[in-house]
């Protein structure tokens, strides 16, 4: 017999029939709510052109955001969300609960222990189908899962990976190298490869201010209010190739055209290469998600 069959059947034989019904439609109205109050969370959100749409400091409203504990971490310190990975070729991430579709987000980043050959970023349009596939009656435990960050935080690492989110992430590092990486259904693909770039803030416990632009289907990245080109091959699904400061079998372009509008969550993200090898900790702070203004992208705000 099982847990919940023994309580239905104790609840049965001990209470009234009235009794068990009014159990029932509580059951179904909290359900309800949390599904409200997730579906609510799903619509993106939107503003004027220049309008604040979000800002994170970290000092509070921890529950917006994924925080979990493990080999791979996201957890609250010092008023910073801190990303820490234990093992070479693993990667941590955390999103904020709310959807957008049009945004302008930037924030501080610093890797604080670890090689110097790392990876983070930003994550957007991020979207997770396992959270998507949500009805009812399976929405009350699908809400559970999304609402519990410890739980899913422990699905995303005992789940298929090709089952997995579909992410963009702008990555720099901090030996002074940019990148843009797709992920879907667990693969990888690399945008555009790793590019040297002198507005990067090299070593440990630098602090550079990391943004991206998206509308529509474009985005556009910056890093410490310089825009970083991107090396994007010529030949769809082919290799980003930089050698010698030049864009190889491609052109360099100011930003990425994805193949539809964008929209999602966003997050942030931190990585440990195969050559740089665990131990990366990396520290967030000080997040503004804007509208995008007319003027693109060559107002940044810092």
């Known amino acids: 017999m099982t847990e ?7 609840l049965h034989g001990l209470a009234r029939p009235r009794s068990a019904i009014i159990v029932l439609l509580l059951a179904l109205v909290a359900g309800n709510l949390l599904y409200a109050h997730l579906d609510r969370a799903r619509d993106p959100l939107v503003g004027a052109p220049g309008d604040l749409l979000y800002v994170a400091s970290f000092d509070g409203y921890l529950d917006e955001w994924d925080l979990y504990d493990g080999q791979q971490s996201a957890t609250i310190a010092d008023g910073r969300l801190r990303l820490a990975l234990s093992s070479a070729q693993t990667a941590s991430w955390s999103v904020a609960r709310h959807h957008f ?5 930037s924030v501080a980043a610093s890797a604080v222990a670890g090689p110097i050959d790392n990876a983070f970023g930003i994550v957007v349009a991020m979207q997770n189908p396992s ?5 009812f009656p399976a ?9 519990s960050a410890l739980l899913s935080a422990a699905l995303r690492q005992v789940l298929d990976p090709a089952a997995g989110p579909h992410y963009y992430a702008f990555l720099i590092s901090s030996d002074g190298y940019y990148a843009l990486e797709r992920i879907v259904d667990g693969a990888r693909e690399v945008l555009s490869t790793w590019i040297p770039s002198p507005s990067i803030y090299q070593g440990l416990g630098a602090q550079n201010r990391i943004r991206v632009i998206a509308q529509g289907s474009e985005l556009q ?10 090396c994007i091959p010529d030949e769809p699904g082919a290799s980003s ?4 400061g030049e864009c190889i079998g491609g052109r360099m372009v100011e930003g990425f055209q994805a193949p ?4 999602g969550q966003l997050g942030l993200i931190a990585q440990a290469t195969q050559t740089g090898g665990g131990g990366v900790v990396v520290d967030f702070d000080d997040i503004t ?7 693109g992208g060559g107002d940044a705000k810092l």
């Open 101 to 105: 579709v049009d945004f302008d987000i």
């Open 221 to 230: 990245f910056f890093v410490n209010g310089v825009q970083a080109m991107l």
């Open 139 to 147: 929405v009350i435990f699908c809400g559970i899962a999304q609402w």
């Open 241 to 244: 190739t930089f050698t010698n």
């Open 4 to 10: 919940s069959t023994s309580r239905l059947r104790t």
């Open 289 to 295: 998600v804007f509208s995008p203004s007319a003027a």
């Open 131 to 135: 959270e998507e596939a949500c009805d």
């Open 260 to 263: 539809a509008p964008l929209q």
